[in-house]
């Protein structure tokens, strides 16, 4: 399966998770490649059938700056996403009231722009240092995530673009 891996990040944590998802994916026999949202100019999203979206949370629970930028232009040029279908993991830190909230309001862009985003978000604690349990949590995900992308008729799967399951 191809698949589009997106990450939005300030620090580099978003980019590192991003790249290791790919690794994952390609052992796993996808096609897989990354794109950063503030470098690289020549996203087509429409024509992405598979996005795999990474950001983390910074301020007080909003999108990082990247992401912001990121969904700004796609809103400004009237995006339709409506052939994609979405999976979405965020950074953040438990500390934090708003933990990873990044990652849901990611979910409503994408959803405002007609993606259909699949259940569930993978939400990534920096606080938490097992990096064996992070590992296996990226994995377990990412299988959830291909058998959904495969399954997308499953209403049981896909929220649709109001929210509801
Ligand atoms: C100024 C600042 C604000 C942050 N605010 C939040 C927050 O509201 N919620 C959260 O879960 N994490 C928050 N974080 C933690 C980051 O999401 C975390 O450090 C993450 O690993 C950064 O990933 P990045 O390097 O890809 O940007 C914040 C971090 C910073 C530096």
């Known amino acids: 399966m191809k698949i589009l891996i997106l990450y939005a990040s300030h620090s580099g944590n978003t980019e590192s998770i991003a790249l290791h998802a790919k690794d994952m994916l390609i052992d796993s026999g996808h096609q897989a490649r990354l794109m950063d949202v503030s470098r690289d100019n020549e996203l087509n999203l429409c024509g992405e059938d598979h ?3 990474g950001c983390s949370t910074h301020g007080d629970g909003e999108l990082n700056a990247e992401a912001e930028a ?11 996403l409506d052939k994609v279908r979405a ?3 965020g950074l953040g830190e438990s500390v934090y009231p708003d933990f990873c909230r990044a990652a849901e309001l ?5 959803e405002f722009l007609n993606a ?4 569930p978000i993978l939400k990534i604690d920096m606080m938490d240092f097992d990096q064996v349990k992070r590992t296996r949590d990226l994995s377990a995900w990412l299988d959830e995530v ?3 992308f495969c399954m997308e008729a499953d209403p049981d799967v896909w929220h649709s ?3 509801a399951m």
């Open 161 to 163: 673009p109001t929210g």
């Open 116 to 119: 259909r985003v699949i259940s």
């Open 87 to 89: 999976a979405i993991f």
């Open 51 to 53: 996005i795999i979206f």
């Open 106 to 110: 990611a979910k409503d862009e994408f």
């Open 146 to 148: 291909c058998r959904a």
């Open 70 to 80: 990121f969904f700004d232009k796609l809103r400004a040029e009237n995006a339709d």
